[in-house]
């Protein structure tokens, strides 16, 4: 793909995902995401109604009318973006790959946190850390982002989760709301989302397809494992092969909902075929109470 259609693709999804956070999304993610703390803003006079606690003493003493200190919420902060690359994201059955939901899903993310003057970084991984981009402000940072989740292609074909999250405890010292975005085909990455979550806000993304929580029955289907490459024939008219297709996706999502909940970081679950818009929403205004 030449530079034309890259620019081309990047442009259609800030088209989409810009406006969606500008005016969808900007408030919730305030409300969702609170910021380090307060700080002192200024000294004003007292107003019927002020918080008596908030009188400055001296100022009042040396004016002779009662002021009180205002503070603001420390609003900035750091959101890192950790991005599964490796190949079983390379899949989609019904509307759309599982990477391409990935891509649009951050991309709202990325653009509703500089609308909130907030910094934004990435993790791409696989089994390994593909990629880091450093956190930054501004339009053009967030493009780079966009094109490096949508062209980086992964050196890897596995899923190791533990590695992602060692590598933001290692980089980020000071503490970040990092979405995981991941079909979490991977298990054992407890120990490390333990660690991490006590200095960072994890909050985990699960995509995944429809085909892959249900096969149907299609009669004889060839597939391939796309973190193996294994070619695969299966009878999809078996009862057997379909409840075990179903309890691999069960196994590998059991454990994601069971260590997220035990490491108390919040987390959900998005299908390529869900309202997607509307999923987030309700996360993001469950964030807020």
């Known amino acids: 793909m030449d530079a034309s259609e890259i620019l081309k693709r990047v442009r259609k999804i800030e088209i989409r995902t810009k406006g969606l956070s500008k005016h969808i999304f900007s408030g919730e993610y305030h409300s969702a995401f609170k910021g380090r703390g307060m700080s002192f803003s200024e000294v004003r006079e007292y107003q019927y109604g002020d918080d008596v606690r908030n009188?400055?003493?001296?100022?009042?003493?040396?004016?002779?009318?009662?002021?009180?200190?205002?503070?603001?919420?420390?609003?900035?902060?750091?959101?890192?973006?950790?991005?599964?690359?490796?190949?079983?994201?390379?899949?989609?059955?019904?509307?759309?790959?599982?990477?391409?939901?990935i891509t649009e899903i951050s991309a709202i993310i990325a653009f509703s946190a500089i609308t909130n003057n907030d910094k934004v970084g990435a993790i791409l991984f696989s089994d390994q850390?593909?990629?880091?981009?450093?956190?930054?402000?501004?339009?053009?940072?967030?493009?780079?982002?966009?094109?490096?989740?949508?062209?980086?292609?992964?050196?890897?074909?596995?899923?190791?989760?533990?590695?992602?999250?060692?590598?933001?405890?290692?980089?980020?010292?000071?503490?970040?709301?990092?979405?995981?975005?991941?079909d979490f085909v991977d298990h054992d990455y407890e120990s490390a989302l333990?660690?991490?979550?006590?200095?960072?806000?994890?909050?985990?993304?699960?995509?995944?397809?429809?085909?892959?929580?249900?096969?149907?029955?299609?009669?004889?289907?060839?597939?391939?494992?796309?973190?193996?490459?294994?070619?695969?024939?299966?009878?999809?008219?078996?009862?057997?092969?379909?409840?075990?297709h179903a309890a691999r996706f069960n196994n590998h999502f059991n454990y994601f909902d069971s260590t997220f909940n035990k490491c108390r970081s919040d987390h959900l679950s998005i299908a390529t075929n869900d309202d997607h818009i509307k999923r987030l929403l309700q996360f993001f205004k469950r964030r807020s109470k």
């Open 55 to 101: 009188i400055d003493w001296n100022v009042t003493a040396r004016t002779g009318d009662p002021h009180i200190k205002v503070y603001e919420e420390d609003r900035e902060l750091t959101v890192m973006l950790m991005i599964d690359i490796s190949r079983s994201s390379l899949f989609g059955t019904i509307q759309q790959f599982k990477n391409d939901l």
């Open 129 to 182: 850390v593909e990629k880091y981009v450093p956190p930054k402000k501004g339009k053009k940072h967030i493009l780079r982002i966009i094109r490096e989740i949508i062209y980086h292609e992964a050196s890897s074909s596995g899923t190791q989760l533990s590695t992602a999250l060692r590598y933001l405890n290692n980089t980020q010292k000071k503490r970040t709301i990092s979405f995981v975005l991941s």
């Open 194 to 244: 333990s660690v991490a979550s006590k200095r960072h806000d994890i909050i985990g993304m699960h995509i995944y397809d429809p085909f892959e929580k249900e096969l149907p029955n299609l009669g004889i289907i060839r597939a391939r494992d796309p973190e193996t490459g294994e070619a695969l024939i299966l009878d999809s008219s078996s009862s057997r092969i379909r409840n075990a």
